[in-house]
């Protein structure tokens, strides 16, 4: 009968992580010619569209080149764990052997307790991630005649020209930051909204004709390091880890040929090559 510990996970585990890290002595003298990595025109429209989807606008020129490095991290992630015999060549299983090599990266380079010194530098350095941005109280109203009975309207409130019963007939949004208030109403009447608070404004939105103002501004507030200490070590640590997985990937990167097509963009192509060539890579 085998010993028990031969059937509990976090022996396969490890032994997945010898495989990937403690055998590298016999597989450099012997590797693969350079394999070449294609991020086709098609793959990077496949995946600007996948995101359009799922977020119901299309990417900006920086996400699209995140999702370009993302694809290449996967793609280097799968090859390397084919070369290891994890799963032969079926491309279904893409993403869970990404994600076993992830999680084996993740294990040998294991994270210690951060000190103070690089808690604070990392707070400094994404305060911004920290503070609480100002944030605004509104009511609204729809208004059925359209943008013209919305200006009249708002026209006569500003001048406290309106029925006993108006209040009423507003509905109220609660401790909203200009970024939601933008997505609810549009640039353009966000910033009459916000240039001019207490003041009924007629505003066009998908939604329809509506008479809005803001009725309470919350002023920003800078982060105390104390206060959000917590979150900086859990982001710390996430941030650490994948500084680490993306320096081992690069490393991995370096034994193969990445070829990119001139239709994709300028900025996906930067984004790449510094993956590849991280600063990070041992």
Request: aromatic share 8%; charged share 25%.
């Amino acid at each position: 009968m085998s010993p028990s510990f031969l059937h509990e996970p976090l022996f396969h585990f490890l032994l997945l992580g010898g495989l990937l890290f403690g055998l590298d002595y016999w597989l450099t003298p012997t590797a693969a010619p350079e394999q070449t990595i294609v991020l086709e025109p098609e793959t990077l429209n496949a995946l600007a569209g996948n995101f359009t989807q799922a977020r119901g606008r299309t990417p900006t020129q920086e996400e699209l080149s995140e999702l370009a490095v993302r694809w290449l991290t996967d793609e280097v992630l799968v090859r390397e764990a084919r070369e290891l015999k994890l799963a032969q060549g079926d491309d279904v299983i893409r993403n869970r052997l990404a994600s076993q090599m992830r999680a084996v990266v993740q294990h040998q380079n294991s994270l210690g307790e951060p000190s103070r010194d690089e808690l604070e530098r990392f707070f400094q350095a994404h305060q911004n991630n920290y503070d609480i941005p100002a944030h605004y109280d509104l009511e609204q109203r729809f208004v059925a005649g359209g943008v013209s009975e919305a200006e009249l309207l708002a026209a006569q409130w500003r001048e406290q020209i309106a029925p006993a019963q108006w209040p009423q007939a507003t509905t109220s949004l609660r401790h909203r930051p200009a970024s939601n208030i933008v997505a609810i109403y549009g640039e353009p009447a966000s910033d009459a909204l916000l240039r001019e608070p207490y003041h009924w404004q007629a505003v066009a939105t998908q939604r329809g004709a509506q008479v809005a103002r803001v009725t309470r501004v919350y002023p920003a507030q800078s982060a105390e390091f104390e206060a959000v200490r917590p979150r900086v070590a859990r982001d710390w640590r996430l941030a650490e880890q994948q500084r680490r997985i993306a320096a081992e990937v690069a490393r991995m990167a370096q034994g193969y040929r990445i070829s990119v097509p001139p239709e994709v963009p300028q900025a996906a192509v930067d984004a790449i090559a510094h993956a590849v060539k991280s600063e990070d890579a041992r």
